[in-house]
């Protein structure tokens, strides 16, 4: 795993990486999904205190 400046991750199946704005998870056998951050603020209150309560 390479964590800085972006963090990667491989899998079997594809090749994830992220940084805090954008990633991309690249298939094995597929296509490559473009990925954006979203704001928290955009969640759902009860969604929102589920993810504070698992991070907590």
């Known amino acids: 795993m390479v964590t800085f400046p972006r ?4 899998f079997k199946e594809a090749l994830l990486w992220f940084d805090d ?3 991309e998870l690249c298939w094995n056998k597929g296509p490559t999904e473009q990925l954006v951050a979203e704001p928290s ?3 759902p209150q009860p969604l929102l205190r589920l993810v ?4 907590s």
């Not at 963090?7 to 491989?10: H, I, N, S």
């Not at 504070?52 to 991070?55: E, G, T």
């Open 41 to 43: 603020e955009t969640l």
């Open 52 to 55: 504070n309560l698992h991070l």
């Open 7 to 10: 963090q990667q991750r491989t």
């Open 21 to 23: 704005t954008k990633g």
